[in-house]
Every structure is written in structure tokens, then in C-alpha cells.
């Protein structure tokens, strides 16, 4: 498939970007793997496509006690951040994605704002609590908590006008780990059932927090609250996590999505699984 005719234009700054995106209302092209095959099979026709992808702001991974991970910086460079206290379920959910080429060639701001609901990068943003970024012509910012970011199927709380620049990280303390686990479809690797934890212990081994999110099966990334009313307190076991997750099911509920890969049923069964894998591997990395 071919797509509709369009006109190419390159910015060579965010400035210029914005300037670009009000002069001609075209869309923004990054890594471009999810936006061409969308034009390919003619569910999108932007008449103008305004590269970003060389404006060299946006890329790549600054720490100042916290982390700043710029709109164009690739699943590459996440997975193979070195920083301590760089959070290892995005280093996780990062390798994960796709193929090498996937990996080199798409972006975390791509990512994000293309707000795919098998994507893997929401589902690890909203349970890390990070800050999504975004910059409207005239250089206004705006920040946005991830869990409000992502509000439906392919929607996400960006304005038509707005640029996402970055996505802000508190670093991983030492009491704390996290773990994304994922259920992939074997042909693209996108997530049928996808899951983050993170947990703090204390000196005991005792679970004192977990926050846990889950996408792939839900049209948005979705933080699930009553996963943590049955670990906290408690050490983290393979009994103890198997227990909490199941009342991932019933908070969920009728949000499940089926598809041609993978009925709600299927899936239904398969997210306590993936909900206790992340729960156990983010217990035993914390402390
Ligand atoms: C074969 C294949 C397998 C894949 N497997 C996975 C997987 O397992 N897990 C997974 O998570 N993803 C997967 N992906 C998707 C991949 O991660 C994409 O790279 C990503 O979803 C989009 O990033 P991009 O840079 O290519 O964005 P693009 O395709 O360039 O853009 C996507 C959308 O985001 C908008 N956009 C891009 N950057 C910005 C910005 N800075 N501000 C505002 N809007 C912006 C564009 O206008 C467009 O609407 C797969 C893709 C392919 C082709």
C-alpha cells in the first residue's frame, strides 16, 4: 500500500517545529513507526509531515537527582541507560519493544503520544508516576502526570498544537525496585498483557508501597490501586504477589479488550500472571 500524496518539510528546531505545525496543520514525524504504516493502510493522510527527528534538543537522557528523558531519544538508548537509579523496568519494557529496528528507530515521544494501547512505554510511565512535557508555539510548557496523559484507545491529553519535548523520572532509591513483564504476540512483540510494578521494602523485606499498571489488555495504560491493598504489609513471595494480583481481574473488569490475536477470556487469565511476574522481580530487586 502506498500512501496519499504529501509534502515533507524538516525542522531543524522545536521553535521552527511549532512554527511549522500552525503555518501548515501537519503532524509531526519522528522514528515514524507507528505514523507510516497508519498512512500506508490510509487510516491517516496528514497533507504535510514535519520531521523532527534531527532536532538534536530532544534527544537523549540527562540526571539531575531525577531523570529527563528527551521526546526523541530512541528504545535503544532506554535500554541501555547505565545511570544509577535509572529505573529498571523502563530499561526492561525498552529492550522488549519490536526488533532492533523498531528499537533504533522509534521514540519514546512517538511512543507516548502515539498512545497505542499495546504499546509498552504507558503502561511503565503511569506506574513510575513520570511527568510528561509538552511546548505550543511561542515556547508556553505544560506538564502532565502520566496516569492523566493516556485518556483512551489512541488518545492521549495533547493538544493538537503542542510538541512533546519530554518525560520526567524521580530516581529508583535503594529500598525501592520495579519490573515491567509482558505477555507479547510472538509477530510484532506489541503486548497482549502488559505489567509494571514497583515496590519499596524495608530493612525486613517488608513491602511498604506498590504501585502497579497494567496496558496491552485495558485501552489505556491503567494504574490498578487494590493490587497494593494486599501486598503492603506483607513480604514479597511468589504466594504473597500470586495473592495481590488476583484482585487485579476485578478491578479491570469490563475494561478488557479481545482481538484477532487474543480473546478477553485469554486475557482475563493471563493477568494475574504477568501482574504476580512483575510484582516478584521488582520485589527481588528492591532493597
Ligand atoms: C514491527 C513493529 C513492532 C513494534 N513493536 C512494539 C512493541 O513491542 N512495543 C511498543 O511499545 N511499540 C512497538 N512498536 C511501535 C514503536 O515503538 C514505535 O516506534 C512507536 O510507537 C512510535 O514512535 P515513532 O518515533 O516511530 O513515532 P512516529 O511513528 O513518528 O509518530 C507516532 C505518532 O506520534 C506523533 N509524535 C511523534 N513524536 C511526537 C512528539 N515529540 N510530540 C508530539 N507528537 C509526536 C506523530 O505525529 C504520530 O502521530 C512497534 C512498531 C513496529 C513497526
Known sequence: MYPRPFEYVR????????DLKSDTGGRF?????????????????????????????????????????????????????SAAGFPAALKEAAGMIGDPQVRNRGTVGGNVAHADPASDLPTVFAALGATMTAMSKGGATRDMAAPDFFTGLFESALNEDELLTAIRLSAEGESQGSAYAKLFNPASRYAIVGACAVVDVDGDGTCTSCTVAVGGLTPKATVLESVADGLVGNPITDDSAEAAARAAVDEVGDDIMGDLYAGEDYRRDMLPIFVGRALVAAGARAG
Do not use: W
Open 11 to 18: 525542522a531543524e528546531s522545536v521553535g521552527q517545529a511549532l
Open 29 to 81: 514525524i519522528a522514528g515514524g513507526h507507528s505514523l507510516l504504516p497508519m498512512m500506508k493502510i490510509r487510516m491517516t493522510s496528514p497533507g504535510t509531515l514535519i520531521d523532527i527527528g534531527r532536532i538534536d534538543d530532544l534527544r537523549g537522557i540527562s540526571s539531575n537527582g531525577g531523570f529527563t528523558i528527551g521526546a526523541l531519544t530512541t528504545h535503544s538508548m532506554l535500554a541501555s541507560e
